[in-house]
């Protein structure tokens, strides 16, 4: 079976039948994740030419499989016809290896949200949007003409792509710029991160578990795909100044969460710190530091979505001791603290970056110490109260999460050997096409 085209389409059409009908959005968030537990067991690819070049390609390693899972998990808890929607499209990145497919896919995969989004928090978060796409979708654009004239015929495919379509190098760079800030914003990381605060705490609960948890990896999972595959050269030219700002980003939001009086704010600009970790991890691009990068997408998805759903509790004056205690356990993933997820993605990365970046490692270490502190803080406002009592439902979902990052925390090797490996396949082809396709400008 198709499972991947059969998980976007189902998707879709629960979505819509879901804004009719509330009532069947629950069975379509169901229906959606047995249909990832089968991809999952049965990862076929798939491949449809569209016309013009362009063609539905579906391609899977663990590392897209794993972060499928991971939207198929908070798609079913949140249950809400808008995710349902923006779940198709999520799939549908993370599935497409041809470019302009992807490009559709990383577009639409926004526009619930958008609806979603309450005030001028939406406003902020569809023009910052916009651009990213407007760079992107240029960028892509001009790879198609470059391999037209070098090929006979337009591709989009990633695979055609990497062969070998030579680009000069003054377009290589702007190339790189217009994908590197589409993914930045998509993130998001400093500097493009305007949109985020207001947009986590302005939309409902539930979306903005979903855009912690889900929405920001995908931005990430772009550099590692497309990236530095495509643009091997330039991308290791730049890697100093990608640390560099990946070092600013976390020191940055850090402190901005300190100054933070409303807890969804907190969260969300400790999530961009925490996130500047992987991208000094992209930048070191080596086999420690994006295989970390990878284990901590799945790690902080997992972790950070299981707060914001303690935080919709919180909201609604549902807390008990056994809340307090499953959120203390997320949280001190969150801080990276041994024998938790946490810790195993960002210790991988770190120790991966050190030989690349010691300086910029150094720096972001500090930062995390520092974060912990405040954490533990925030911990003591937020965790040791008691109020009323939240559902067993509830208690269930989050002690579920709770327990995977612990798992993780113990057994890290169930998760990132597997990801080694695709890690390792991904290295190979940008070691190869570096070899091959700069020419002199």
């Not at 695979?159 to 993914?183: M, N, P, R, T």
């Not at 993130?187 to 991160?193: G, R, Y």
């Not at 100044?241 to 300190?258: D, H, M, P, Q, V």
Request: aromatic fraction near 12%.
């Amino acid at each position: 079976m198709l499972w991947g085209s059969l998980i976007i389409l189902t998707s879709i059409i629960f979505g819509l039948l879901g804004l009719i009908n509330p009532r069947v959005v629950t069975l379509g968030s169901l229906v959606q994740l047995v249909l990832i537990v089968l991809l999952i067991i049965d990862p076929k690819s798939e491949n449809y030419n569209w016309g013009l070049g362009v063609a539905l390609s579906f391609e899977y390693d663990f590392i897209s499989l794993s972060l499928i899972g991971l939207a198929g998990i908070f798609c079913a808890i949140v249950r809400s016809p808008m995710i349902l929607l923006s779940h198709a499209a999520v799939v549908g990145a993370l599935s497409s290896r041809d470019l302009f497919s992807f490009f559709i896919f990383f577009e639409a995969m926004l526009v619930p949200i958008y609806f979603s989004i309450k005030g001028s928090s939406a406003l902020r978060f569809i023009l910052y949007s916009t651009i990213g796409g407007a760079l992107f979708l240029g960028s892509i654009l001009y790879l198609a003409t470059l391999a037209e004239s070098q090929t006979g015929s337009i591709s989009f495919l990633l695979s055609d792509l990497e062969k070998g379509i030579q680009v000069s190098q003054g377009a290589e760079h702007w190339l790189f710029g217009g994908f590197f800030i589409a993914f930045a914003i998509k993130t998001p990381i400093f500097p493009f991160h305007g949109w985020q605060a207001d947009a986590y705490r302005d939309a409902p609960i539930g979306v903005t578990t979903y855009m912690a948890s889900v929405l920001s990896k995908v931005g990430i999972y772009g550099m590692l795909r497309f990236v530095f595959p495509l643009f091997p050269s330039v991308s290791y030219d730049h890697s100093s100044l990608l640390a560099w700002i990946a070092t600013i980003g976390t020191l940055y939001a850090g402190f901005i969460a300190f100054n933070q009086s409303e807890i969804r704010r907190v969260f969300a600009f400790a999530s961009m710190s925490h996130l500047g970790v992987a991208f000094l991890g992209i930048a070191a691009w080596n086999i420690n530091a994006t295989s970390g990068v990878a284990f901590h997408l799945i790690a902080h998805g997992l972790t950070l979505g299981g707060l914001f759903l303690c935080v919709g509790l919180l909201e609604k004056d549902k807390n008990s001791k056994a809340l307090s205690v499953l959120m203390f356990i997320l949280l001190m993933s969150f801080i990276a603290l041994p024998l938790t997820a946490g810790f195993i993605g960002e210790f991988v990365i770190l120790s991966g970056s050190y030989r690349v970046f010691p300086t910029q490692t150094v720096i972001i270490l500090l930062a995390i110490v520092i974060g912990a502190v405040y954490s533990l803080a925030l911990a003591r406002r937020y965790i040791l109260i008691e109020l009323g009592s939240g559902s067993l439902r509830e208690l269930v979902v989050i002690a579920s999460l709770a327990l995977s990052v612990i798992a993780l925390g113990i057994f890290p090797n169930l998760l990132l050997e597997p990801l080694q490996e695709s890690v390792k396949e991904i290295l190979v082809s940008s070691s190869k096409r570096e070899a091959v396709t700069l020419v002199d400008a």
